[in-house]
């Protein structure tokens, strides 16, 4: 199969990097498949994520939790561009490819995206509602 890519334009070049670089920190014993995320915040922060495995496959954290994590801890906010690359654990840096969030991280990211998010995804820019319709979230919560 073989995946289409994205331009990487100046909007995401600096994060599609980022996401690559820190990719190269995962935790992949088991899959041998490493996942990196970067995100810019609404007030311009850098936050990232890497997949972290677990034995108990169950408790493995998705790329997307540990940026979650970063963001929150960092002071919070909400998110205005994303992306995730991913790839085998003896790719090259600059070989990890943009991949999609899994339906999970879809909607952790829902949860924390800004008015305008922008997910960069292997078919181009996307927009929250786009990778993820009619979301579930705290409006759908009974006070």
Do not use: W
Not at 37 to 61: K, M, S
Not at 63 to 73: D, K, N
Not at 76 to 86: I, S
Not at 87 to 113: I, K, N, T
């Amino acid at each position: 199969m073989t995946s289409t890519q994205p331009p990487a334009d100046d909007e995401f070049a600096t994060l599609l990097e980022a996401a690559r670089e820190i990719a190269e920190r995962a935790y992949t014993p088991y899959s041998r498949y490493r996942v990196g995320a970067a995100a810019v915040t609404e007030d311009g922060r850098l936050v990232r994520g890497c997949n972290v495995e677990n034995a108990g496959y169950g408790v493995t954290l998705c790329a997307e939790c540990g940026l979650i994590s970063e963001l929150i801890a960092g002071g919070g906010g909400k998110l205005e561009r994303f992306v995730c690359v991913g790839g085998d654990e003896h790719l090259a840096r600059e070989e990890r490819q943009v991949v999609m969030p899994c339906g999970r991280c879809r909607q952790l990211l829902s949860e924390h995206a800004g008015t305008g998010l922008v997910i960069l995804t292997p078919e181009g820019r996307r927009s929250m509602d786009e990778v993820l319709p009619q979301p579930f979230g705290p409006a759908d919560l009974a006070p």
